[in-house]
């Protein structure tokens, strides 16, 4: 952020000012200091939700909106880990399902227990459950 600060970066500091507030309020609302992981959980929430305000203001004819939203989403996906491909996450639905010998419809919520702590945030969870639900059909 100071670096932003300094070089004049006004998105990229306010973004991460905002960023760096919701890592304090998880904080304080833990009670304790985070760990790595859930500082990063912190870090994906932020991205998904500038993910979801970018699909409303689409559909309510925003783009001035999106525009913003878009900056903020590239800025916080720095401090992401680099999200799996579809033919990784497939290969990694492929062993929970056979680690949780799932057979049917029926295990979705099964498999998708097991899959997300895999995961480990690197992968959308609509997109995962998409492709556990193709793989079981």
Do not use: H
Not at 4 to 22: M, P
């Amino acid at each position: 952020m100071k670096q932003a600060w300094k070089s004049g970066d006004n998105d990229r500091r306010d973004t991460l000012r905002l960023v760096i507030a919701s890592v304090d309020y998880a904080r304080i609302a833990n009670k304790e200091e985070l760990n790595d992981s859930q500082v990063m959980q912190v870090i994906q929430k932020e991205a998904k939700q500038r993910k979801e305000s970018i699909d409303e203001f689409i559909k309510g004819n925003r783009p001035d909106l999106v525009a913003k939203e878009e900056l903020e989403l590239s800025i916080i996906s720095e401090y992401l880990p680099d999200e799996l491909t579809e033919i990784e996450l497939t290969q990694i639905i492929k062993e929970v399902i056979l680690e949780t010998n799932a057979v049917n419809m029926n295990d979705v919520g099964l498999v998708m227990k097991t899959l997300m702590p895999k995961l480990g945030g690197r992968a959308d969870g609509k997109q995962a459950n998409i492709l556990v639900r193709e793989l079981l059909s």
